[in-house]
């Protein structure tokens, strides 16, 4: 009964680097108990307005749509920061004491801060790579799973092949 956080997958996200994200998410949802998914919406008194000068993804704008057909049961929430380790998010990976599967995008950035969020919270954290991208380039990628698997552990660097699932 595994489950599954797929971070920012929303059509301002989706360039060359990433166009490849949302059919890899499709696959991925039936093999999981539980769906969540988060979306990055950027508040007018935001850190990423206040200190990066960012003022896309702002609340009902176009590009914070998702990009892709979350399953009918999936948990869809909005988020403010880089983090998707939420309450609820935690409270149900503690409830079935079970890992987090993490795809989605960026994995330099938001895969990166939840799977930090998670482990710090006492949860697995399982990063699906080939299920991951960044929206700032293939080096960017890369980057994040350096960073998570010196992190984390390089055990919880997994493929999609590799990865859990209820399969």
């Not at 108990?33 to 508040?43: C, G, I, K, L």
């Not at 919270?121 to 080096?139: F, K, W």
């Amino acid at each position: 009964m595994a489950i599954l956080l797929i971070i920012d997958v929303q059509a301002g996200f989706i360039n060359p680097s990433t166009a490849h994200i949302p059919e890899a998410i499709e696959r991925l949802q039936g093999r999981f108990a539980t769906v969540f998914a988060s979306r990055f919406e950027n508040a007018p008194d935001s850190p990423f307005r206040r200190w990066k000068g960012l003022a896309r993804f702002a609340p009902g704008m176009p590009e914070t749509a998702l990009a892709f057909a979350p399953r009918a049961d999936a948990a869809v929430f909005a988020k403010a920061g880089y983090s998707a380790a939420t309450d609820a998010v935690i409270a149900a990976a503690k409830a079935a004491d079970l890992p987090v599967h993490l795809c989605g995008i960026a994995t330099d950035n938001c895969v990166l801060a939840t799977a930090i969020g998670l482990f710090e919270a006492g949860i697995r954290p399982i990063v699906i790579a080939d299920a991951c991208a960044s929206h700032a380039g293939p080096d960017y990628h890369e980057a994040g799973l350096l960073l998570l698997k010196r992190l984390l552990g390089e055990a919880q660097i997994l493929s999609a092949a590799e990865a859990g699932g209820d399969e």
